[in-house]
């Protein structure tokens, strides 16, 4: 009674679901993913109302990894999941998430509380009354957890819990419980946008870092850039393209940096990853006397097994929290002021240019009469076969290793998770990113996945056709879990997988006759004829093309057979 | 170097792994479910070594769903996964496990002890150097952790956690680092079986309970048993068939006691469940003057919402950790040894019998020329199609709240999940259910899942495949979530699926010609036709059989329809 009295004071009261939805969808959310469970259920009749589109996956765990894909090309995303079984579902999805910066807003349905507040043995409880411990599971992998339990707080928590996911980069985690979905609160806060700018950097601090940078800079001899991950997570790709344009400098990417920059400049020079970096360019990156090293994350994978050999003395580190030059350390300086100083007041450089990868066939693949598509001749072959602004995914597995050697065009979105690497990923992150290309008007969307992992997520398939959604994808077909034989069990059946007719998927998930294309590729002249085929290639066409690509079991790009040899060592340690 | 000398100095020596698995082999287990991954490949080396079956499960989620269901029928379950990615995806069957009380023990393969020490940057972590975060995370949901990084401590840990796994009946949670693998332990601990009794009841407390219980039962006027689900969870079934059988009293199950006891036993009267009882079974339960409650679960799905309406005053309830009767407790009583004294003491009882459920399709349906398959006339004729010792599976939604309405013949198991009530479990849980029943010479195992479940966990269909298993899969094709319609959402598009051929999936996931067969029933006829083909009903074959059975979108069981309406109204409470 006393509540329904607060509510008539509001002069434009709004419901709790429809600020929460009216919020994501002023930063940038368009479609929310996600399943329906019976404690959702009256929020999601609140996404139509809006303007938002509800995707409706197969479960929940591939609606997290579609809510990461969708993240990565729009900057922001959502999830719904219902209390229990729904977010633990869900949960590896939002981990993944939280460890590589990806920011997802995940929604749960909550019992009402009244009935948590009397410990109700509900269903999708462990029986015990106990409501907080899914969301004490869930805050170990989100920077913000906002239960929204009483009125008055939920536009707030509402708030911050959305500006906490995009400043961070990161998961964040809000309650609904059934009872405060249609709560009335102050509609007029909506008027106002959430601040989602960055804090300055103190700028006598800032201008302080510049200037040691400067100096560094212009006395190096034959300095490099190295772009990494958090370039791309932390909003710093404008300042690092400038930069790069502006100074001339080689520049090169770490494995998770793929996608950060224009790969046509004449300054980039390949994918730099210890013993896994492309000809040519270890030599140039570890002889150089200065690296700018921008959003670093320097994984086991991402380094091809800590193979890394630059010393912190010959590095500048920008980070999203912190400067660090050689050994001085600039904490709370965020990169982007200073990328975008250290470009203006940029002077003379010395250049010493580094190797200009290409997508030229190696040559003993070029003179080779084997028909087999082999991983040496596949990935320059697919650089060849990309477009611009194309989005390109690739799966843990041989996939993710083959990339390094794919020279991209311009505008490319390469989506993959080499720090978490939980296979079954890139089908999810496939359905996300290429709904977020078709909001966007991108053309494109190519997935790379593994027979092995493509098994794990594969009805996520489904919910493409189901949406509509016209990406590219090749499932290569090795006969099981390629990757893990090259670290252990060369040939024990546990890294075998039962052999699916692939290509039978699709219409077996509803396809229309001619919505979906199929194909299967088993010799090189098949890639090229369907690299020619304009269909296939076309951004144009509505349809799915789905297409079996056929590799040798033994067979993996040398950056993954070097990185797999320090992997097993590692384990073995003692 | 001390670590080696200390080895040789092991008179019989056997390596972490192999022991681990060897007393998995002891306590039953045959098979192990899960996945591989880098951290746990040395590991798996271990399991044919011991005698033990290797699944190889499609994901981990359903790994976890079968191992629940491979425990619910061999009395306990292990299922491997890898660290972070693997076992957080598994965290939801197992959360499932620790509600509903079902012994799983997970072994999660770990970084090596020496890289977890330094802290290092590894793939699968959420790259702040803390290995810890997940095993808290399970914490939550497992009754032991055991963290494997000392040698001189690994089999005292396994033991314990296998142990507790069994006497609590709940998930516990191993982590088995790479670099602990192939440490040498003492052998000759396994010449000692672990001791799975119960701890026994104080004697004289036990007399006195039983006493107690006695006076009540001789001198109650019309006395009844309810049976639920924790009598089968806690290992009390023997103890209370031989207590039903001498005692002759009116007998009645819950929803989640299903399946444990004979349901051709005289005595047996049905489902009791508030309103949701079988016809008759409300009257005769609520009108009696002493309710013996053996291992109830009082959830709400369990009694229709909570419209249990037995006093306590009327009750008494027997528990695996207390006894209580009417308001006396006694603490520490577990019921078994209870039950067995009750059962070996009883005198003369008075018998006021109780109603006699049948399988009889009921009158307006046997009446009516509608072909339409209809929930009220399917879910009887089930019980007369099933058999002595089948293992019956139902999937949260109609087939849940359908199978209330199918008497059982003896023996039969059956399995769902009305607690946790996590959909796509029945499927997975298919793959162990039915493995186990391979193991133990069991001849069917039967699913009835629904078609909004089936599309999250579909590919275990494949694991069935690849382990030559022979279920028989009904999958009810009604346009999606009907259960969730009947709570809230009619006909809004969130409750819709996308429509599969579901019956073209066993071939895409490389099933070989005639090794499953395929049905599609549409009609009354159709499913009489089904029922009375040989090959389809049999036992003996090694075909799998799969079913779409066609359902209308807006038919329930009545028991889901008074269910789902108490449940809208608790949602909305305010
Ligand atoms: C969820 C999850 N489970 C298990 C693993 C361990 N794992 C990493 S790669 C891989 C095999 C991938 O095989 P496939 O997709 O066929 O790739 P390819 O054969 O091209 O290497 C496995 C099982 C993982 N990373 N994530
Ligand atoms: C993992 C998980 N996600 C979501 C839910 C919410 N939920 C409960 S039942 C149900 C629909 C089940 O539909 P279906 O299997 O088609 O059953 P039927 O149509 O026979 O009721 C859903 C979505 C859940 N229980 N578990
Ligand atoms: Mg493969
Ligand atoms: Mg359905």
Same mark, same amino acid.
Not at 52 to 80: F, H, M, P, T
């Given at each position: 009674?006393?509540?329904?009295?607060?509510?008539?004071?509001?002069?434009?009261?709004? &419901?709790?679901?429809?600020?929460?939805?009216?919020?994501?969808?002023?930063?940038?959310?368009r479609s929310i993913h996600g399943l329906p469970?019976?404690?959702?259920?009256?929020?999601l009749?609140?996404i139509p109302?809006?303007?938002l589109n509800w995707v409706g996956n197969c479960n929940e765990l591939n609606a997290?990894y579609a809510a990461?894909g969708y993240?990565?090309?729009?900057?922001?995303?959502?999830i719904v999941?219902?209390?229990?079984?729904?977010?633990?579902?869900?949960?590896?999805?939002?981990?993944?998430?939280?460890?590589?910066?990806?920011?997802?807003?995940?929604?749960?349905?909550?019992?009402?509380?009244?009935?948590?507040?009397?410990?109700?043995?509900?269903?999708?409880?462990?029986?015990?009354?106990?409501?907080?411990?899914?969301? *004490?599971?869930?805050?170990?992998?989100?920077?913000?957890?906002?239960?929204?339990?009483?009125?008055?707080?939920?536009?707030?928590?509402? &708030?911050?819990?959305?500006?906490?996911?995009?400043?961070?980069? !990161?998961?964040?985690?809000?309650?609904?419980?059934?009872?405060?979905?249609?709560?009335?609160?102050?509609?007029?806060?909506?008027?106002?946008?959430?601040?989602?700018?960055?804090?300055?950097? &103190?700028?006598?601090?800032?201008?302080?870092?510049?200037?040691?940078?400067?100096?560094?800079?212009?006395?190096?001899?034959?300095?490099?850039?190295?772009?990494?991950?958090?370039?791309?997570?932390?909003?710093?790709?404008?300042?690092?393209?400038?930069?790069?344009?502006?100074?001339?400098?080689?520049?090169?990417?770490?494995?998770?940096?793929?996608?950060?920059?224009?790969?046509?400049?004449?300054?980039?020079?390949?994918?730099?990853?210890?013993?896994?970096?492309?000809?040519?360019?270890?030599?140039?990156?570890?002889?150089? =006397?200065?690296?700018?090293?921008?959003?670093?994350?320097?994984?086991?994978?991402?380094?091809?097994?800590?193979?890394?050999?630059?010393?912190?003395?010959?590095?500048?580190?920008?980070?999203?929290?912190?400067?660090? @030059? !050689?050994?001085?350390?600039?904490?709370?300086?965020?990169?982007?002021?200073?990328?975008? *100083?250290?470009?203006?007041?940029?002077?003379?450089?010395?250049?010493?240019?580094?190797?200009?990868?290409?997508?030229?066939?190696?040559?003993?693949?070029?003179?080779?009469?084997?028909?087999?598509?082999?991983?040496?001749?596949?990935?320059?072959?697919?650089?060849?076969?990309?477009? *611009?602004?194309?989005?390109?995914?690739?799966?843990?597995?041989?996939?993710?290793?083959?990339?390094?050697?794919?020279?991209?065009?311009?505008?490319?979105?390469?989506?993959?998770?080499?720090?978490?690497?939980?296979?079954?990923?890139?089908t999810g992150s496939c359905q996300g990113a290429s709904l977020a290309a078709k909001e966007?008007?991108?053309?494109?969307t190519?997935l790379?996945?593994? =027979?092995?992992?493509?098994?794990?997520t594969a009805q996520e398939l489904s919910t493409m056709i189901r949406n509509k959604l016209n990406p590219?994808i090749?499932?290569?077909?090795?006969?099981?879990?390629?990757?893990?034989?090259?670290?252990?069990?060369?040939?024990?059946?546990?890294?075998?997988?039962?052999?699916? !007719?692939?290509?039978?998927l699709p219409a077996a998930f509803g396809a229309k006759e001619g919505e979906v294309l199929t194909? !299967? @590729?088993?010799?090189? =002249?098949?890639?090229?004829?369907?690299?020619?085929?304009?269909?296939?290639?076309?951004?144009?066409?509505s349809k799915l093309r789905f297409?079996?690509?056929?590799?040798?079991?033994?067979?993996?790009? *040398?950056?993954?057979?070097?990185?797999?040899?320090?992997?097993?060592?590692?384990?073995?340690?003692?």
């Amino acid at each position: 009674m006393a509540q329904d009295l607060r509510s008539q004071e509001i002069k434009n009261p709004v &419901d709790v679901a429809e600020y929460l939805f009216r919020r994501l969808h002023e930063v940038g959310v368009r479609s929310i993913h996600g399943l329906p469970g019976d404690y959702n259920l009256v929020a999601l009749d609140y996404i139509p109302k809006v303007g938002l589109n509800w995707v409706g996956n197969c479960n929940e765990l591939n609606a997290g990894y579609a809510a990461d894909g969708y993240a990565r090309v729009k900057g922001i995303s959502a999830i719904v999941t219902t209390f229990g079984v729904g977010e633990l579902s869900a949960v590896n999805a939002i981990a993944g998430a939280y460890s590589e910066y990806v920011p997802v807003v995940h929604i749960v349905g909550y019992p009402s509380t009244v009935a948590q507040k009397s410990g109700m043995l509900l269903h999708h409880t462990l029986g015990n009354g106990d409501f907080n411990v899914f969301s *004490k599971m869930s805050a170990q992998i989100s920077c913000a957890v906002s239960m929204l339990n009483h009125q008055h707080e939920a536009a707030v928590l509402i &708030d911050n819990a959305i500006r906490e996911c995009w400043l961070q980069s !990161r998961p964040v985690y809000i309650s609904l419980p059934t009872d405060m979905v249609q709560k009335k609160i102050d509609g007029d806060r909506l008027n106002t946008p959430l601040d989602l700018s960055f804090p300055k950097n &103190d700028p006598e601090k800032e201008d302080y870092v510049v200037d040691v940078i400067l100096k560094s800079l212009h006395a190096a001899k034959n300095p490099v850039v190295l772009v990494d991950a958090c370039t791309i997570r932390h909003r710093a790709l404008n300042e690092t393209h400038d930069f790069i344009e502006k100074s001339g400098l080689p520049t090169f990417v770490t494995p998770m940096g793929k996608g950060a920059i224009n790969e046509t400049l004449p300054n980039y020079g390949g994918v730099y990853a210890g013993d896994g970096s492309n000809v040519g360019v270890r030599e140039r990156v570890e002889s150089s =006397d200065l690296v700018l090293s921008i959003g670093a994350i320097k994984s086991d994978f991402n380094t091809a097994g800590f193979t890394y050999r630059i010393s912190q003395l010959n590095t500048i580190d920008f980070h999203s929290y912190a400067v660090k @030059v !050689r050994y001085s350390e600039y904490p709370g300086v965020r990169m982007n002021g200073v990328l975008k *100083k250290v470009t203006e007041k940029l002077g003379k450089l010395t250049i010493e240019s580094g190797p200009k990868p290409n997508n030229d066939i190696p040559k003993e693949e070029e003179v080779s009469k084997d028909p087999t598509i082999t991983q040496a001749w596949f990935w320059p072959r697919v650089g060849q076969f990309l477009k *611009k602004d194309d989005i390109v995914i690739t799966e843990t597995g041989t996939a993710n290793f083959g990339i390094w050697e794919t020279r991209f065009p311009a505008d490319v979105t390469a989506i993959s998770q080499v720090l978490w690497g939980s296979i079954g990923y890139a089908t999810g992150s496939c359905q996300g990113a290429s709904l977020a290309a078709k909001e966007l008007g991108i053309k494109r969307t190519i997935l790379f996945t593994g =027979d092995g992992s493509f098994q794990l997520t594969a009805q996520e398939l489904s919910t493409m056709i189901r949406n509509k959604l016209n990406p590219i994808i090749f499932v290569i077909c090795n006969n099981g879990y390629t990757i893990e034989r090259f670290i252990h069990g060369w040939e024990t059946s546990y890294n075998d997988v039962q052999e699916w !007719r692939y290509k039978d998927l699709p219409a077996a998930f509803g396809a229309k006759e001619g919505e979906v294309l199929t194909y !299967r @590729v088993e010799s090189k =002249d098949d890639v090229e004829k369907l690299f020619s085929d304009e269909e296939f290639v076309s951004g144009e066409t509505s349809k799915l093309r789905f297409v079996e690509l056929v590799m040798k079991w033994d067979d993996a790009p *040398k950056a993954l057979k070097s990185t797999a040899e320090v992997t097993a060592k590692r384990n073995a340690e003692n």
